[in-house]
């Protein structure tokens, strides 16, 4: 039985999808291009500098200039990241829920500590969170299970005990090698190239209130 949910920031429990559009823009506006809409940025959220760089700029992590490309929206992003981000429709009343139940949860993400901690705390999560794990508190992030595990060590409960949702097929990976129950949510950040039905989850809901017909 689960005792502990386990959520993805970053599309899954946090929609942040406005700050990483303008932190996007900030910097195509600097290199004298054209801005992209939020609805044209929003679906690349989840891949990171990686796809987000590759949406706005075209380049790929082997390109020679692609890590001062990195850093510079990394830092246009710690800039702006506490602008505007809100939980998901319907997730407040979730977690309220789990509370409610006696169950615990806690945040797993491959975001790095120094936008992690001043996002979680701008939203008053660390309050009645179990446990809040970034991509470098462990040697490495997801698709590896490290991350996950760590939280288990921090929320005292054991893989078996846990669901893990997210929205992207790192995700998955990562809980399956972890050994929890895997959720994707269809309401985050799915790109028209990803494949969510082939990711092997063991549920695919589609809003944040089918995440209590899971408990």
Same mark, same amino acid.
Request: charged share 25%; proline share 6%; glycine share 8%.
């Given at each position: 039985?689960?005792?502990?949910? *386990?959520?993805? *920031?970053?599309?899954?429990?946090? @929609?942040?999808?406005?700050?990483?559009?303008?932190?996007?823009?900030?910097?195509?506006?600097?290199?004298? =291009?054209?801005?992209?809409? !939020?609805? !044209?940025?929003?679906?690349?959220?989840?891949?990171?500098? $990686?796809?987000?760089?590759?949406?706005?700029?075209? +380049?790929?992590?082997?390109?020679?200039?692609?890590?001062?490309? $990195?850093?510079?929206?990394? @830092?246009?992003?710690?800039?702006?990241?506490?602008? #505007?981000?809100?939980?998901?429709?319907?997730?407040?009343?979730? *977690? @309220?829920?789990?509370? #409610? $139940?006696?169950? #615990?949860?806690?945040?797993?993400?491959?975001?790095?500590?120094?936008?992690?901690?001043?996002?979680?705390?701008? *939203? &008053?999560?660390? /309050? &009645?969170?179990?446990?809040?794990?970034?991509?470098?508190?462990?040697?490495?992030?997801?698709? #590896?299970?490290?991350?996950?595990?760590?939280?288990?060590?921090?929320?005292?409960?054991?893989?078996?005990?846990?669901?893990?949702?997210?929205?992207?097929? /790192?995700?998955?990976?990562?809980?399956?090698?972890?050994?929890?129950?895997?959720?994707?949510?269809?309401?985050?950040?799915?790109?028209?190239? &990803? =494949?969510?039905?082939?990711?092997?989850? &063991?549920? +695919? +809901?589609?809003?944040?209130?089918?995440?209590?017909?899971?408990?």
């Amino acid at each position: 039985m689960a005792t502990t949910i *386990l959520f993805d *920031l970053d599309g899954t429990l946090v @929609d942040t999808a406005p700050d990483l559009a303008h932190a996007l823009n900030l910097q195509l506006v600097k290199h004298g =291009k054209s801005v992209l809409s !939020e609805a !044209e940025i929003r679906p690349f959220a989840s891949h990171g500098s $990686r796809g987000l760089l590759g949406l706005g700029f075209g +380049i790929t992590p082997e390109a020679a200039d692609f890590i001062q490309m $990195r850093d510079e929206y990394l @830092d246009f992003y710690a800039s702006v990241l506490t602008r #505007s981000p809100v939980l998901f429709d319907g997730i407040q009343a979730v *977690l @309220d829920e789990i509370d #409610s $139940r006696g169950l #615990s949860w806690g945040i797993v993400t491959n975001k790095p500590g120094r936008f992690t901690v001043p996002l979680v705390k701008s *939203l &008053d999560l660390y /309050r &009645d969170a179990v446990c809040v794990i970034s991509g470098d508190d462990a040697a490495k992030p997801k698709p #590896s299970p490290e991350t996950l595990l760590l939280a288990c060590k921090h929320a005292q409960v054991k893989p078996e005990n846990c669901i893990y949702i997210g929205d992207a097929e /790192r995700d998955i990976q990562a809980g399956k090698a972890a050994g929890m129950k895997t959720v994707v949510a269809m309401y985050g950040y799915i790109d028209q190239t &990803d =494949k969510p039905l082939a990711w092997g989850a &063991d549920e +695919i +809901i589609s809003t944040p209130q089918d995440i209590l017909k899971l408990l």
